[in-house]
């Protein structure tokens, strides 16, 4: 079982930055892959990043590739969305999520939500 909690969201002029974290709660030892999606009102969930816990492996959406950067903190159990020149376009609620760690590398697993298991609340990113 895994459980996921966002904070760090928050309101931002355009052309700011923002840093999302992600507390995970895990009850097995394996490795997982944590994501990050976002989704913005009236459009369908948009996957963005994901990370290999316990590597360095990562993998992004062309539409943030450049802007926004996933990282983890082992130690504990964190993982961030650090997001770049932010614009309107942005905005949306971000999710994390998490998933076995097959296919953790591939562009694919980002493709759909329905490929991650667990999800968080989610956390308010508005930028004007």
């Known amino acids: 079982q895994v459980q996921l909690v966002e904070s760090g969201g928050g309101s931002v002029q355009a052309g700011g930055s923002l840093r999302l974290s992600c507390a995970v709660s895990?009850?097995?030892?394996?490795?997982?892959?944590l994501g990050w999606f976002r989704q913005a009102s009236g459009k369908e969930r948009e996957g963005l990043a994901a990370?290999?816990?316990?590597?360095?492996?990562?993998i992004y959406a062309a539409s943030v590739k450049g802007r926004f950067t996933i990282s983890q903190d082992n130690t504990k159990k964190m993982v961030y969305l650090k997001m770049n020149r932010l614009s309107p376009e942005d905005t949306a609620m971000y999710y994390c999520?998490?998933?076995?760690?097959?296919?953790?590398?591939?562009?694919?697993?980002?493709?759909?939500?329905?490929?991650?298991?667990?999800w968080g609340q989610g956390t308010q990113v508005t930028v004007s």
């Open positions: 999520a998490a998933r076995n760690r097959y296919g953790c590398a591939a562009g694919w697993v980002l493709s759909l939500p329905g490929h991650f298991d667990y």
């Open positions: 990370i290999l816990s316990g590597a360095k492996s990562t």
């Open positions: 895990v009850s097995s030892a394996n490795d997982y892959c």
